[in-house]
């Protein structure tokens, strides 16, 4: 079983619908949270940051971790085709920073 | 300028040939890191070097070997490539909990 389960999609929306992406994960030392956003042909580019549990809102973008069940989500609002791209969940402890990832997620919004 | 630098982007290379892959970083952090991609495989550590003196192996270095230059130099390099070595490569710099990736070098061995 993978420390980091992510479900790789592909999923795909029309344009302004909300996109939902979730991970979940085994190792209850994980502290760190984080999605990052890979463009084709691109470096992941880090989108959300949250520490320990809770939510974290920046513009269209929301995360939430819920350590009790070992589960984080993404949620998009508003969808645009410039949201195209993998997601990508990662997540570390606290004692030691290397980043567990899980496989991505692709989203495609229609225009 | 990009804070996380990679050379080169692109590479071919042919089996048993002895491959280097240049990251440089600009946001003054001591932990830089060497992951591979690959489909269906997410982001697996090569290497990680938390300061010049300090470097430590991930969950798949055989085959892989670093070299930490200065604060804001790391390098991999692959002794003698083989095929199921072609993926490609990002190098990371990070503080706390989060990390800053390159652009990536897209590695070929035929």
């Known amino acids: 079983q993978k420390e980091v389960e992510q479900d790789p999609g592909p999923l795909s929306v029309p344009e302004g619908a909300i996109v939902s992406l979730n991970c979940t994960y085994s190792?209850?030392?994980?502290?760190?949270f984080m999605w990052y956003r890979q463009y084709s042909r691109k470096g992941p580019e880090l989108l959300m940051y949250?520490?320990?549990?809770g939510n974290k809102e920046d513009g269209r973008f929301t995360a939430q971790v819920d350590k009790s069940s070992k589960y984080i989500s993404l949620f998009i609002r508003d969808s645009q085709p410039s949201d195209s791209a993998t997601y990508l969940c990662?997540?570390?402890?606290?004692?030691?920073?290397?980043?567990?990832f899980g496989a991505g997620t692709t989203v495609t919004v229609r225009a | 300028d990009a804070d996380v630098t990679q050379t080169p982007r692109n590479r071919i290379t042919k089996t048993g040939k002895r491959i280097m892959l240049e990251c440089s970083q600009t946001?003054?952090?001591?932990?830089m890191y060497w992951y591979r991609q690959d489909p269906g495989l997410g982001l697996r550590l090569i290497y990680y070097?938390?300061?010049?003196?300090?470097?430590n192996k991930g969950e798949i270095s055989d085959g892989y070997s670093v070299s930490r230059q200065a604060q804001a130099k790391f390098s991999l390099s692959l002794e003698s490539a083989i095929p199921n070595q072609t993926a490609l490569y990002f190098c990371a710099t990070g503080s706390t909990g989060t990390q800053y990736f390159g652009p990536g070098t897209r590695l070929t061995v035929l």
């Open positions: 949250t520490y320990s549990s």
């Open positions: 070097s938390f300061d010049v003196k300090d470097i």
């Open positions: 990662a997540m570390s402890a606290s004692n030691d920073y290397k980043l567990s």
């Open positions: 946001k003054g952090h001591d932990r």
């Open positions: 190792n209850s030392a994980f502290q760190y």
